[in-house]
């Protein structure tokens, strides 16, 4: 028993001594970080904390000026430069306010074409769902009466029962598919007449005048403004005169060039504005060593055979060398610079041809030297 007394007592003075030592550590952590601090202090060191100094933050560059967007891509891939740039390869414009409103025109423009191509496209879509629609009312009427005369229905009662043989369930078929193709087509035509083209037609437009777009706009905003009096007479100077736009100064046109010595023509433009109708009759002079005039036609809507000349407004059919290209071959007719021979006498029209001179003394201007 004694030595049990003797191992407690040897355990218990261990445990104190482990319990002093912690104290002791515990209490000389403090005084060691005191006795740190006074020595890091003396040599002018000081906690974050203590200081009072305002850290400024570290200076950023200066913001350097965006470059302004420019539109290089040309006019529809058609050779030369959008409105306001020239060609490739020219000298680019001066900076100033003329460049940007001249692209913000070009920009409006492409948009005002884009919803009258897409109206027209609508106006054809709308005729063709109607066109299919009474074609499928027609087959309906007429599977119909072909159902009823081959007494393809027993009667009892109030009820009525489609008899079981081959012409009548095909029949009855073809009644189902008809009347579920009406249906369709019915959805399909007013969807496509619930556009708001109209709407944005006169939003562009009223743009395009307050960018000094051209008069034509100024004109059209005007004639299309909601504050106008509905009764009022319309001047007859806010209508485009002449047949040239058709009464519509942003309708779109295709645009063609002319050879005038043998009636070939090639395009320049498939859809354009008349806007851009001196841009396109340019291009054409510089695409062709031969003689060359600018023709154009609704597109869509028209045809070759309805072109007309941009600058004289003479249907191509009044060029007495309309077509002649397809008859036969024009020796130095060529769009080709090496190729081309100048012809002795320029081409003229059907009406300018002139009348036959009587026989006897010759007049004056038949024996000058400019022809």
């Known amino acids: 028993m004694v030595p049990g007394i003797m191992d407690c007592m040897r355990r218990s003075d261990k445990s104190y001594a482990v319990w002093w030592a912690v104290l002791l550590a515990v209490l000389g952590l403090p005084l060691v970080a005191i006795v740190a601090a006074s020595n890091a202090t003396a040599q002018g060191w000081q906690w974050p904390w203590e200081t009072d100094t305002r850290r400024d933050p570290p200076p950023r560059p200066a913001p350097q000026p965006r470059p302004e967007p420019r539109d290089d891509r040309g006019y529809g891939g058609q050779g030369y430069g959008g409105q306001g740039y020239g060609a490739p390869g020219a000298q680019p414009p001066a900076a100033g ?107 562009i437009i009223r743009a395009l005048a307050r960018n000094n777009c051209g008069e034509a706009y100024v004109r059209e905003a005007r004639r299309r403004s909601p504050m106008r009096n509905f009764w009022q007479d319309q001047d007859t100077t806010d209508r485009v005169r002449g047949n040239t736009f058709a009464g519509l100064p942003f309708a779109t046109y295709r645009t063609l060039c002319v050879r005038l010595c043998d009636g070939y023509y090639f395009p320049v433009s498939f859809s354009t504005l008349p806007t851009h109708f001196t841009r396109d009759a340019d291009a054409c002079q510089s695409r062709c060593a031969a003689p060359t005039e600018l023709y154009f036609h609704r597109n869509p809507g028209g045809s070759i055979a309805e072109m007309v000349s941009q600058k004289s407004q003479e249907p191509y059919k009044s060029l007495r060398t309309a077509f002649r290209y397809r008859k036969e071959y024009v020796q130095g007719c060529s769009c080709k610079q090496a190729e081309y021979v100048p012809q002795t006498g320029a081409p003229v029209r059907k009406s300018e041809t002139p009348a036959p001179v009587a026989p006897g003394k010759p007049k004056r201007s038949a024996m000058s030297p400019i022809r």
């Open 97 to 203: 306010g003329s460049g940007s409103r001249a692209s913000i025109c070009l920009q409006l423009e492409r948009q005002l074409a884009a919803t009258a191509n897409q109206g027209n496209n609508r106006a054809q879509r709308i005729a063709e769902i109607d066109r299919q629609l009474r074609e499928a009312r027609r087959n309906l009427r007429r599977a119909e009466i072909q159902i009823e005369r081959r007494d393809c229905y027993e009667n009892f009662l109030f009820t009525r029962t489609l008899r079981r043989n081959r012409t009548c369930v095909s029949l009855a078929r073809t009644i189902q598919d008809t009347q579920r193709r009406i249906s369709e087509l019915e959805t399909a035509y007013q969807q496509a007449q619930s556009g708001n083209q109209q709407t944005d037609q006169n939003e």
